[in-house]
Structures are given as C-alpha cells and as structure tokens.
C-alpha cells in the first residue's frame, strides 16, 4: 500500500469517528421529542400524527403492538412497490416510454427495497420509470431505513425502562426518524451531489453527437427482437456506425442522498455508485462514503446517551472498527499489489505518483484503487450495498472481505438501527457466554438476561447463515441457479455464495456477473431477503418487550463491565467466531482456492 | 390489535410518500436549477449551440490521432443508457485475452514505443463510461498522438495536464486526465 492509501483510510476512519458523537447525541434527543428541532417541525409532526389517528400522549406500544404496526406498514410497501411497477407503463413521468417490469422482478424488487437490501436484478435507467424510481423506490429508502432506526430505540426503551410493557410508539417514531434525521441530511448530501455533476431532472435524457463516430458490431435481431444466431449457433452481428450518445438523466441527486444516508444502496443506475453521474468526483465519492456509514456508526453514540453510560455505547462503536480495520487493510492491499497474471503480461501495475495501479478492471480512474477498497470495505460492512467498483472483478482476497463483511451478520456498523439491534444480540450472546465462566447471572446494563432472552438472539444469530449457506447449496445443484453463473470454475461459486450472503443480510451488493434477474433467483434472493429482515426484526422487539418489563438490577461486584477492553475484545471474538466457523467451509471452497491457484500459476 | 394498526398505516404511508416521494424530490430539483444549472442537466458540453458530450461520461474513441480512453464493457462500448461494468473474475481466459489484445492495440498503433502498458489503458472501468484515465495511461499515448498530428509532444502535454483533475484537497481521490475534453483541444489545435 502507498503512502496516500494510508491517509485516505485514516482521514475516512478520522471523519467518521468524530461525526458520530454530535450526531449520535442529535438522534438520540429527537427520537424522544427533547431536541430543539423538534419544536421547529412540531406544527407538521402533529399534522400527521392528527390525520393517521395518533395521540401522542397516550401511545405507548407492548411489544407486539409495536411489531404488528411495523409489519402492515411494511406489508404495505412491498404491496405499492409490486403494483407500481407492474403499472409504471401507464402511470405518468415515464418520458422514456418504459414497459411495465415483470412479475418476477417486481417481487424481488419490491421486497429488496421494503427490507432495506435494494439488492437489484434490474438495469435501473434501462427499466424504471422516473415515477417508479421517486414514488416506489426513493420513498422505501426512506421508510425502510427509519423503520430500522425506529425498531432500534423500541429496543433502547426495552433496556432503559423496567416494568412496563410499553417499549414507545411505532408511528412517532418512524414519523420522527424521518423528518428529523433523514430527510435533512439528505438535502444537504444531494445539494453537495448536485454541486459535483449529479442531474436532477425531469426533463428527458439528451443526446449528445459523437466526436470520433465509431463502427461496432450490433447483434442482428429478427422481427420479434430475438437474435438472429449463425451455424456455430453464436449471435450474429453486423457492422454499424455509432454516431450519437444517449445520456441517461433523471432525479438522482435526491436518491443517491438517501440510498447512501438510509444504507439503501440501490442505484439510479446499473453500474451503481460507479457510475460517473452518480458519483462524479472524488469530492462526490468521499460525501457518498461517509453517509453510508455515518447514521449506522453514530447510532451506537445514541445508545450510550439513551443508557446514560455513554461509554457502553463507545465499547460497541470500537468493537466494530475493530473488526472493520484490519479488513479494510486486507482487501485494499490485495487490490494494490494488483493480478499476478497481468504483471505477466508485462502491465504495468505499480502505484506511482503519475497513476494508482493494482487490479482496476472494475475500477473508476477518479477512484484508483483506495476509494474504490474503502468504498467496498465500508458498504459491506453496513448494510448499504452500493457499488463504486465492481466486486466481481476484485482479486479473490480483495473480495473475499467483501462478503465476510456481510456474513458477520451486517453489526460491523450494519445497517441504520438493524446493524446496531443486530450487535445487541451479539452482545446479548457474549454477556451470556461471558457469565458462564464467571458463574455469575448474566446481565447487561441492569437487566438479568434469561433463557427467553438468549433464544430470541440465538434466532436473529442463526437466521441469517441458515438462508445464506442453504440457498447457496441449492443455487449450485439447481438448474436455474447454475444456468446463470457468468464466470467459470471457482469464481462462478462465490458469484452465487456473494449473492446469498449479500441478499440473507440486508445487504443488497453483488458479484454482478451472476445473471439475477430471471425466475429462479428472483424468487429465492426475494424470500431470504424477507425473512432476513423480519425475523430478526420481531425477535429483537420480542427481547425488548421482555426486557421492559424487568426490574434494574443494581450494579454490584459480581457485574460484569460490559465498556472495558477485555468486554470489547470479547465481543469481537464471538463475532468473529461465529462468522468464521460458519462461513470458513464455503469460503474455502470460493475465494481462498482461488487466492492459491492465482498464487501458484 | 391490527385493525387498530391500518389507519395509522395507510394514512402514514401517504403522507410520507408525499414528503419523501414528491416534496423532496421537488425542492432538490429547485435547488438545482438556481444553483446548478448545468451539473443537474448532465453537465452537458456544447460546441455551436451542440451538446458534443458530457463532462462526465466517456466516448469511444479508438482513431490514432485521438487520445483513447478506459474499455468499456457496455453494448456497444460507451452506452450511457446502459451502464455496466465487465464482471470478470481476475482469472477468466477472456479476460486475460481482451487485456493482451488491447495491449497489442496500442503497441501496434505506435510500433516505436513499446514500454509497459499502464494497467487502466487495458482494463475496463466499472461503469463503462469512465471519462477519464490516469497521467500514465495519457503519457503513455502522447508519442503516437503527436507523430500523426504533427505537433509537438510539450503541446500535447500542456493539453493534457490541463485537463487532469488533481486529487480533492491534493488527499481524496485520484489525478486523472478527461479524455474527451483533450481531444477537444486536440482538434482546436493549429498545426
């Protein structure tokens, strides 16, 4: 790694660290109504709360209240998200004429986006509509994401309050999550994208005449649109002249702002955050990377606020750059060093002040290698998914972090509230094993943790590895599944493992070359992504709901600190293990073969 | 429990659409055409009253007297209505090839130089529609562009460093060289 690899992932790491505290303390007041903001917008809050039958003084949820009202809301997104785009055809704002997207993929889509994965199957600006895209689209990266902030702070009530069924109310606080956290962030984050060259428009795409017109092969296609295959059954094709460029705009600023700030992820476009209208500049992409991480890290500085031990929440954020740093330095060293085969070739591969070497197929030129490792380290790490690089074509240890980033469970930050109640499981799980030895009741932060408690995050710890490695192992026996595998032999299984691992945690990035957009993944990405979101989603408001109701046990000298570095380092190691004892088996047979034959040819 | 739940849910969903789906979308869209005009039309660059581009997307050029850029792995190559990257694994057999052909390429096109290729000259970028390449990646073609066109390698040079982009604040980011707006000022040029 060169000297600049070093200060851009210190300066990146620098940013975020110190963000997370005011904004950390931000969320954690308006949640609650304590924050002056909250007077600001008072007249529009209560507006909504009066039309959707809320009063805000007697609101108080149990837990499955609260479990039931986050459900139909999004029972009700996936629903809107299908119908519009199964109508996108006949619904205005569609200046490009685009047909309506099939059954197949508006399920997954409408799933992918009401879980916050926004995995995509489709080309987004050769599929959807601009109404599709503002209306079903740019609204669920809004309400999926304050849906997970909403569901962590009924968790954060479970710890503080003690009993009580009550863990809030879920309408204040999806409403507040909204207003007060997401929405103006992402004016902000889109005016900074806009100043740097992304559109925002309705006006339809312009088309600009080439300078050098080229020739190219055009596939030849019959009066159905089929193509046309020749004796050895390839396509055929004809020589034509490409003399003008269809430039692909649309209102993106506003989405790429909330796909980033809500750990979204899904792009306006097919080559996702890669693209230079969605990312322009390294000004754009250092703004781009830091929301996708920004929410989900500050979040645990909310948390330490909400439990009055601010250290608690610190613990939990340095117990996730833990983990996350050392990866961040594997992939972009493995990038950096760049593809043995090539250095063969005689390519010149080398950092030097004049370009940024390493392996950049897949790769912006205004990204080089760091942005592009920092960007694929960080968007695994939260559940955000977007791309400024092509995973597929990393080196096989460059994209081997990638994926075990999501198999960790998506609590290294994870996604906004779902990485952070994911982690609470995680320590719910290391309290537990960590009273064990001493022999004392588990507790963590005054609540005695249970046998009811431990089932629930034992359920939330599973979920996720059972969808992941079971769907993998069906997608390599069944038809479908292998019929769409783009590379061959060893990388073809890590096309199909990365896909599973990425849709069974919320995460919604891809080793792209997989071909997901037919019946067969479709469906089966659709349904882990479900119930990758749901039933970790219910089991934790179920620990919360339990946990409400105990009383707080006085710290005493048989509590177990749960802010020391021996806590920290114990929690990363159950982390770690679980991921690793669940995942070394599959990832032995993708990336690390693949590292070994790339080293010995 | 749920029947008490569907007002709240539908009458939410509505008004959050309209704030998040319409009203934001909207004032960003204001804000952008006072403030920035151009950037939210696709930065859109005009020659006679003709938009020949955009700032950001990259263009096929493969004609020696042109500064090539980044390939491209869209159909066909620089389609800015369908973005994608290669998604090669490191190892695929056509990938090795498509990287030694076009190595060949621009060996052949400038038999005289025939240092090591600089690695984004012969990898796609992720969009296919990167605009730019790295100073090495132009450097590396100044010899060919000023044998064909007769001008000096300095002029070529000054061209190109004039439209490099540094790195933001000299830290974030990388130097690169805007393809097409080089080879804009290549053909303004007077021999």
């Given at each position: ?13 620098a ?30 809050e ?16 149990n ?8 459900m ?9 998200v ?17 047909a ?55 968790v ?15 309408w ?5 999550s ?5 929405l ?32 190219y ?19 055929k ?8 460029q ?14 980033q ?45 909400r ?25 972009t ?14 390519i ?29 380290s ?48 995680f ?7 960590g009273?064990?030895?001493?022999g ?5 932060l005054g609540k005695?943790?249970e ?32 019929a ?53 989603a ?20 048989g ?41 010995a040819? | ?37 151009n ?21 096929p ?11 491209s ?12 990257g ?14 030694g ?37 132009a450097?590396?073609q ?18 190109i ?8 604040l ?22």
């Amino acid at each position: 790694m060169s000297t600049n690899d070093y200060i851009q992932c210190f300066i990146y790491m620098a940013v975020l660290l110190l963000l997370a505290k005011p904004l950390g303390i931000y969320m954690a007041r308006v949640m609650e109504g304590e924050s002056r903001a909250n007077r600001w917008f008072k007249p529009a809050e209560s507006f909504i709360y009066k039309v959707c039958g809320v009063n805000p003084a007697r609101a108080e949820m149990n837990w499955k209240t609260y479990a039931v009202a986050f459900m139909a809301f999004n029972a009700l997104g996936i629903f809107v998200v299908y119908a519009i785009q199964r109508l996108q055809n006949i619904l205005p704002l569609n200046p490009m004429g685009m047909a309506a997207v099939s059954a197949d993929s508006s399920f997954n889509t409408a799933i992918s986006f009401a879980t916050n994965t926004n995995w995509q199957g489709y080309g987004g600006e050769s599929t959807l509509s601009y109404f599709t895209q503002m209306i079903a689209l740019g609204v669920q990266n809004f309400v999926s994401a304050a849906s997970g902030i909403a569901v962590l702070f009924a968790v954060i009530r479970g710890f503080i309050r003690k009993q009580t069924e009550n863990i809030g109310n879920f309408w204040m606080d999806l409403v507040r999550s909204t207003l007060y956290i997401l929405l103006p962030l992402s004016i902000v984050s889109a005016t900074l994208l806009v100043s740097q060259g992304v559109p925002q428009t309705f006006k339809p795409s312009p088309k600009a005449s080439l300078v050098q017109p080229t020739s190219y092969d055009q596939p030849v296609t019959d009066k159905d649109g089929k193509p046309v295959l020749d004796e050895k059954g390839q396509p055929k094709t004809q020589k034509a002249m490409l003399t003008e460029q269809v430039i692909a705009v649309g209102p993106v600023a506003s989405q790429i702002a909330i796909k980033q700030l809500g750990t979204n992820g899904g792009g306006y476009y097919n080559a996702n955050s890669a693209h230079p209208l969605e990312n322009p500049t390294p000004f754009s992409n250092f703004v781009e990377m830091l929301s996708l991480t920004l929410i989900a890290a500050a979040l645990c500085c909310s948390f330490g606020y909400r439990v009055k031990d601010t250290r608690q929440g610190w613990a939990l954020l340095i117990a996730m750059t833990i983990i996350f740093v050392p990866l961040l330095w594997v992939c972009t060293h493995s990038e950096q060093t760049g593809n043995p085969l090539l250095a063969k070739m005689g390519i010149d591969q080398s950092a030097t002040a004049l370009q940024p070497g390493g392996n950049m197929e897949g790769k912006e030129t205004r990204f080089g290698i760091v942005s592009s490792t920092i960007w694929a380290s960080a968007t695994t790490a939260v559940s955000n998914g977007s791309v400024n690089s092509m995973h597929d074509s990393f080196t096989p240890l460059g994209g081997l972090v990638p994926m075990w980033l999501m198999e960790l469970g998506e609590v290294v930050y994870g996604g906004v509230g779902s990485g952070l109640y994911g982690m609470l499981a995680f320590v719910i799980v290391a309290v537990f094993v960590g009273g064990l030895m001493v022999g004392r009741t588990p507790e963590y932060l005054g609540k005695k943790i249970e046998s009811y408690e431990m089932k629930m995050a034992s359920i939330m710890i599973l979920i996720p590895p059972i969808l992941a490695v079971l769907g993998t192992a069906i997608a390599v026996v069944a038809p479908g599944g292998k019929a769409n595998i783009f590379n061959p032999g060893i990388h073809g299984f890590s096309e199909v493992l990365y896909a599973f691992s990425s849709t069974s945690n919320n995460n919604g990035s891809a080793f792209a070359g997989l071909g997901a957009n037919n019946i067969f993944y479709n469906t089966i990405l659709g349904i882990c992504m479900f119930f990758a979101r749901y039933w970790l989603a219910i089991p934790i408001l179920a620990i919360a709901g339990s946990l409400a109701k105990k009383k707080i046990v006085p710290v005493s000298s048989g509590t177990l600190p749960t802010h020391t570095p021996l806590f920290i380092f114990f929690l990363v190691g159950i982390v770690i293990l679980v991921g690793a004892l669940t995942f070394f088996p599959a990832l032995a047979l993708g990336p690390i073969v693949e590292h070994l034959t790339l080293a010995a040819v | 429990m749920i029947r008490e739940q569907i007002r709240p849910a539908l009458f939410s969903f509505v008004l959050l659409t309209l704030i998040t789906g319409v009203l934001y979308p909207l004032s960003v869209t204001g804000i952008a055409k006072v403030f920035f005009r151009n950037q939210s039309e696709g930065s859109l660059i005009l020659k006679n009253g003709k938009a020949v581009g955009s700032e950001h997307i990259g263009q096929p050029f493969d004609a020696p007297q042109y500064l090539w850029g980044r390939p491209s792995a869209t159909s066909p190559a620089f389609n800015a209505s369908s973005s994608s990257g290669s998604n090669y694994g490191p190892m695929h057999a056509d990938y090795l090839k498509a990287v030694g052909d076009r190595a060949k390429a621009l060996k052949d096109a400038d038999p005289s130089h025939q240092a090591h290729v600089p690695v984004d000259l012969v990898t796609a970028s992720g969009s296919g529609l990167d605009p730019q390449i790295s100073l090495a990646g132009a450097y590396y073609q100044v010899s060919r562009i000023a044998r064909i066109r007769g001008i000096s390698e300095d002029k070529i040079k000054k061209i190109i460093e004039k439209n490099t982009q540094g790195r933001f604040l000299g830290l974030l980011g990388e130097p690169a060289v805007n393809v097409l707006k080089v080879n804009l000022d290549l053909d303004e040029v007077k021999k």
